[in-house]
């Protein structure tokens, strides 16, 4: 009896032994996710703002080919999906970036014409009125706030919306300064 049931255990053995060299590598499925890598690779809103997702897809692709070489092929096939999935976010989180930037640089970007005049008017004003200031460090202050408040517009204008956003807040920051130290002299000037 022991070695009848023995050889059923060794002729399923051989069986499952001869199923799993037989079984074929999900190669569609593979196909497709790394169709869809190379498409978030290639897709420059996916690289600029869903790094991450990006990152996931290439690390499930890495390791579906290296399941894939070591024949655990229902491991690859699930890699192939994950990798595919991942990807497909990638391009998604992409678009859906590249459209926050694109409305928070133009936010930016609109306020800057006005700032500059007001802060252009404000500088006029104080030399005008003597106020006790720094002249020469206020203009080239403002001389850089508006080389980048113009760089922002073209930033803007060539869909470059992180660096519309940068120069834009770079900008915003030096008229700010520019107009708080105008303010502090007026203020102490009526002090006096």
């Keep these: 009896m022991k070695s009848i049931s023995c050889i059923f255990i060794c002729a399923a053995l051989v ?21 869809a890598v190379t498409r978030a690779e290639n897709d420059n809103d996916a ?17 579906m080919y290296a399941e894939a070489n070591s024949k655990r092929y229902d491991a ?3 890699l192939a999906t994950e990798a595919l999935n991942a990807a497909e976010r990638a391009i998604n989180e992409g678009r859906t ?25 404000g500088l006029s004003a104080a030399r005008i009125s003597g ?12 001389a850089a706030a508006r080389s980048n408040a ?27 300064d520019i107009n708080q130290q105008l303010s502090s002299a007026v203020t102490a000037a009526r002090k006096k």
């Design 15 to 35: 069986c499952a032994v001869l199923f799993v060299g037989c079984a074929k590598p999900p190669t569609d499925e593979m196909n497709r996710a790394a169709e």
């Design 150 to 176: 113009d760089q922002a517009q073209t930033a803007f204008s060539d869909s470059q919306y992180q660096d519309a956003i940068n120069r834009g807040r770079s900008a915003r920051a030096g008229l700010n």
């Design 47 to 63: 690289v600029t703002y869903a790094a991450n997702s990006l990152a996931r897809a290439r690390d499930a692709l890495a390791k």
């Design 97 to 121: 970036g590249a459209a926050r930037a694109r409305d928070e640089a133009a936010a930016i970007v609109s306020q800057l014409p006005s700032l500059v005049v007001e802060t252009e008017q």
């Design 76 to 78: 690859a096939k699930s």
């Design 131 to 142: 106020l006790p200031l720094d002249f020469s460090a206020l203009n080239s202050d403002f």
